[in-house]
């Protein structure tokens, strides 16, 4: 069974930084791309972030791109998102999502998955 | 960017009724679409991929269908369960991005 935990939510100031982190299991974590989704509270989803298997290619999406980085450590089986230059409008819980599988898709599938989630973090921006 | 339009935000239906959600795709995505749904307080769940293949262990009753720029979501025979918020996804391209939602409620 797949399992992702996310952590490292919490209270940050505007300007500020964090960095969350999504632990996986259940899976050859290095097969995987991953991607990161938001969801401000009350509001609908929002995709953040995408990261290949290897971890040589990265998306973003507009409103985070310039301020957040994506990365993985292949060898722990963990997910990361930096996030910095916090603002209002970053406040949301964060997910991580399962991407494709490496050599199980082909074009814009392999864009695709969602699949398996983890329960979410929640980052709160506020003085 | 591809923009997502989800119609409509909102429905109340009863139980036993036939519901349809509609995506639209501002260009076209070929079959590049999922469908979400996601309960209060619970995390998303993948209830179609590639537009119209049902998900493992979702029940039957949903379906979805289309191709190109115009995508629904139908729940044959609406439940109680089925009270939801609901969320097709394209990814033909990045950015991804969502539908703006649907909640039906029963």
């Known amino acids: 069974e797949v399992q992702l935990l996310e952590s490292g939510g919490g209270l940050v100031q505007p300007g500020g930084s964090l960095r969350v982190s999504c632990a996986a299991s259940g899976i050859i974590f290095s097969r995987y791309a991953m991607n990161w989704v938001r969801q401000a509270p009350g509001k609908g989803l929002e995709w953040v972030s995408a990261?290949?298997?290897?971890?040589?290619?990265?998306f973003y999406g507009d409103s985070v791109k310039g301020r957040f980085t994506v990365s993985r450590d292949n060898s722990k089986n963990t997910l990361f998102l930096q996030m910095n230059s916090l603002g209002a409008g970053d406040t949301a819980v964060y997910y991580c999502?399962?991407?494709?599988?490496?050599?199980?898709?082909?074009?814009?599938?392999?864009?695709?998955?969602?699949?398996?989630w983890g329960q979410g973090t929640l980052v709160t921006v506020s003085s | 960017d591809i923009q997502m339009t989800q119609s409509p935000s909102a429905m109340s239906a009863s139980v036993g009724d036939r519901v349809t959600i509609t995506c639209r795709a501002s260009r076209g995505i070929s079959n590049y679409l999922a469908w979400f749904q996601q309960k209060p307080g619970k995390v998303p769940k993948r209830l179609i991929y590639?537009?119209?293949t049902l998900q493992s262990g979702v029940p039957s009753r949903f379906s979805g269908s289309g191709s190109g720029t115009e995508f629904t979501l139908t729940i044959s025979s609406l439940q109680p369960e089925d009270s939801a918020t609901y969320y097709c996804?394209?990814?033909?391209?990045?950015?991804?991005?969502f539908g703006g939602g649907t909640k039906v409620e029963i």
């Open positions: 590639a537009a119209s």
């Open positions: 999502a399962t991407g494709s599988r490496l050599g199980y898709c082909s074009g814009g599938s392999c864009l695709g998955g969602f699949d398996s």
């Open positions: 996804l394209q990814h033909d391209d990045y950015p991804l991005t």
């Open positions: 990261i290949s298997a290897s971890g040589g290619t990265t």
